[in-house]
């Protein structure tokens, strides 16, 4: 069974940095792309930033300059390092993963979300 698993959300004042990371564990025979999405309270769920497998990205533009995706493959993990964080950027953070498992089909995996709060 493949899995995502989110972690480092926290508290965190305005203009500070939060590290997220996203471990992809279970039957993985290949990564095509993964991306973070965040949804907060009352707003629909938005994409932030997504990398291929090809090393292709893209970034919401209210996070250009700010927010940077990275990737390391042998570790099949993807972070966010968010900076210059703003009360607006609070969400609960979602990782998302086009995944195709050994001996499967290739389909779209989210993990459990973790929760960025920005505060003041």
């Known amino acids: 069974q493949v899995q995502l698993v989110e972690s480092g959300g926290g508290l965190v004042q305005p203009g500070g940095s939060l590290r997220l990371s996203c471990v992809v564990s279970?039957?993985?025979?290949?990564?095509?792309?993964m991306g973070w999405y965040r949804q907060a309270p009352g707003r629909e769920r938005e994409l932030v930033a997504k990398?291929?497998?090809?090393?292709?990205?893209n970034y919401a533009d209210s996070v250009k300059g700010r927010f940077t995706i990275s990737r390391d493959s042998a570790k099949n993990t993807v972070n966010l390092q968010m900076n210059s964080l703003k009360p607006e950027d609070a969400a609960v953070y979602f990782c998302?993963?086009?995944?195709?498992?050994?001996?499967?089909?290739?389909?779209?995996?989210w993990g459990q979300g973790t929760q960025v709060t920005v505060s003041s």
């Open positions: 998302n993963a086009n995944i195709t498992p050994r001996w499967s089909s290739p389909r779209v995996y």
């Open positions: 279970g039957s993985i025979g290949s990564i095509n792309a």
């Open positions: 990398v291929t497998s090809s090393g292709t990205i």
